[in-house]
């Protein structure tokens, strides 16, 4: 018994394999502004201990950051966490990324193309092409799901009235680091990723965007159809430099 409730006897490997401690990271990483042990206790309907125990260990493994801010009124300071903004470099992956884009092509328009052509060819290892059609809404939410899959956190708004449009934010880019360096290949090869998933899913024709790093931890992707009102001006898809 560990004498504290909702807390677990054991602590597994991986830090953040169990679902509380997940929720409190997607909690963590949505926010804009740090949160404390109560305000985490209240979205998560966890007790107030069993939060203080899962924070510890993402403390302790190094994906959150605990600070004390001082109170407006007498009493200790409060503690409220943050998600890390650096990770370390699993593996020596991005050193390998990094060399890999900087020589993709010898201009960035060249490796920009290439990156998004990849992308596309991607695209046809991940979806399955269909012989039904999906429709923009259907289109819009596999996306979401596959970016899910690949850990982008993302989070799908609704349509915008009169177009249609479909932003998805991403807030957990697991290539953010190479991509802050490289935008021309990393954010062209997950536009050329949401070309061909359209592709891939017959869907109607569509724009796409994607605008990076609108916050550190955030990067916006917008699905237009082309069929929206002629009322409302047409997103074109981007050439330039855009979001992961």
């Not at 890390?84 to 470099?89: H, S, V």
């Not at 009235?161 to 807030?171: K, S």
């Not at 159809?225 to 074109?236: I, K, M, S």
Request: some cysteine; overall charge positive; proline content about 12%.
């Amino acid at each position: 018994m560990t004498g504290r409730p909702g807390a677990p006897d054991e602590t597994p490997s991986d830090p953040a394999a169990s679902k509380p401690r997940r929720r409190l990271l997607k909690l963590l990483r949505r926010s804009d502004a740090p949160l404390d042990v109560y305000q985490l206790a209240a979205e998560t309907g966890l007790h107030i201990t069993t939060v203080r125990f899962h924070l510890d260990l993402l403390a302790r493994a190094g994906q959150i950051t605990a600070q004390k801010t001082p109170r407006a009124t007498p009493g200790r300071p409060r503690t409220v966490y943050t998600i890390r903004t650096e990770e370390a470099p699993p593996d020596g992956y991005r050193p390998l990324a990094a060399l890999l884009a900087a020589n993709l092509g010898p201009t960035p328009r060249a490796r920009r193309r290439r990156a998004e052509k990849a992308g596309r060819d991607w695209a046809t290892s991940l979806i399955p092409s269909t012989e039904q059609a999906a429709t923009p809404d259907e289109a819009a939410h596999r996306i979401a799901e596959l970016f899910a899959e690949m850990s982008f956190d993302p989070e799908l708004a609704d349509p915008a009235p009169g177009t249609g449009e479909r932003q998805i934010r991403l807030r957990a880019c697991p290539y953010r680091d190479v991509a802050r360096d490289h935008p021309d290949v990393v954010c062209a090869i997950h536009l050329g990723l949401l070309h061909g998933v359209l592709a891939q899913l017959g869907a109607p024709p569509t724009s796409v965007r994607l605008v990076p790093f609108v916050k550190p931890h955030l990067c916006l992707a917008y699905l237009t159809p082309d069929h929206a009102g002629t009322d409302v001006p047409r997103q074109t898809p981007s050439t330039s430099p855009t979001g992961a």
